[in-house]
């Protein structure tokens, strides 16, 4: 009581600086035609476009409780729809928690693939400096994921010197990594990045029978794509592991390459790839998907890849003081 007394008039003298970890969003109410669980297409000026991405707020929302966001990046020539409906992150069988975004490229493709100019990655940052003075986000728990060419471009948000810090984690699946060099050396072509940090968390997907995109990359459109091996060991040196990883067995079929892992779980090493031999290139689901029954080898494989990334997301949310 005597203490309460003596530091009251002190505690409301000052102003309290604003809390580092959420958007200015908090409390407000979700803009006109919005509701939990609902999916609405926003329009946005970036670099002199209109752009469009699809909003899913998530079923349990609370403009009060700082709520975590992903960004899911379609595969060439597709949309943002189709992202949705392939990658099940609006399912409540899988998430109930998290804001989840889908932004539609231009032609339906990515900064990064060969021959495109758009600037991406300052529509990404228009994106999020929207979205968190909407909605209550917590900033410390942005992920990415994406697709094929949607995947590349995750890398490129992972090596981009300014949004590596601001995205937690980065969950790339069937990625195609165009790098602008030839003759292409797929096992030893230098990567380019510029990731600000040595902490950045990396769980990428790759079929052993990608006929798209090669395991053992190669030549394509002209530019060189990595071997995935090459690829993830460059992940694991630029965030100071071991190259040599730990072969974890969890499916059929499946196994996880770890760096830097202390524990045998699916997920929760800093650096992982999900390696299955006989996954085409899909989005890894057991269940029929727009992916796995629309290209060869025309097949479900034995694990989900979504609950995996959900998860290594909640696990690896992004240390506060790179939001200082
Ligand atoms: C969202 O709106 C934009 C602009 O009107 C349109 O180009 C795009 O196709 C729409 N996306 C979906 C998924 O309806
Ligand atoms: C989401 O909520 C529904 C309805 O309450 C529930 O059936 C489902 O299991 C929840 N999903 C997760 C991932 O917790
Ligand atoms: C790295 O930074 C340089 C200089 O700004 C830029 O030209 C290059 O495109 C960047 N590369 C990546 C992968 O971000
Ligand atoms: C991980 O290590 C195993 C065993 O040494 C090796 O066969 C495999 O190729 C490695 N994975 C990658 C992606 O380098
Ligand atoms: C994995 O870790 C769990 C919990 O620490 C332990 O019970 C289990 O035996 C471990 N499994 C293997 C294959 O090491």
């Excluded at 407000?28 to 926003?42: A, D, E, F, I, Y």
Aim: with cysteine.
């Amino acid at each position: 009581m005597l203490l309460s007394l003596l530091f009251a008039p002190v505690a409301s003298a000052l102003t309290l600086p604003p809390i580092l970890s959420q958007g200015t969003g908090c409390g407000s109410p979700l803009p006109s035609g919005q509701t939990p669980g609902s999916v609405t297409n926003v329009t946005i000026e970036s670099g002199g476009l209109t752009r469009s991405y699809l909003v899913f707020v998530p079923p349990t929302y609370d403009p009060l409780l700082p709520t975590p966001l992903i960004l899911s990046y379609h595969g060439g020539l597709q949309t943002a729809m189709d992202q949705l409906e392939l990658d099940e992150f609006t399912k409540p069988y899988f998430n109930n928690d998290s804001f989840v975004i889908y932004p539609q490229g231009i032609d339906e493709r990515w900064q990064g693939v060969p021959g495109d100019h758009v600037n991406d990655l300052g529509f990404t940052t228009d994106i999020l400096n929207s979205v968190q003075s909407s909605y209550c986000l917590d900033l410390t728990k942005i992920g990415a994921s994406g697709k094929s060419d949607g995947a590349g471009f995750v890398n490129l948000l992972a090596c981009d010197a300014t949004l590596s810090s601001r995205i937690a984690a980065f969950a790339p699946v069937s990625g195609a990594y165009y790098i602008d060099k030839l003759p292409c050396y797929p096992d030893t072509i230098t990567i380019p990045c510029n990731a600000s940090r040595s902490d950045v968390p990396i769980l990428a997907f790759h079929g052993g029978a990608d006929n798209i995109i090669a395991y053992d990359g190669g030549e394509r459109k002209d530019e060189c794509l990595p071997s995935i091996p090459h690829w993830i060991r460059e992940w694991a040196a630029r965030d100071g592991l071991s190259e040599t990883n730990t072969t974890v067995p969890f499916a059929e079929d499946a196994v996880i390459y770890k760096y830097g892992s202390t524990t045998n779980c699916t997920s929760g090493g800093l650096v992982n790839l999900v390696y299955d031999s006989v996954n085409g290139h899909d989005w890894p689901s057991t269940q029929p998907n727009i992916d796995n029954t629309h290209l060869p080898p025309y097949h479900p494989v034995s694990f989900n890849a979504t609950p995996m990334i959900l998860d290594f997301f909640s696990q690896n949310p992004l240390p506060l003081w790179y939001l200082l």
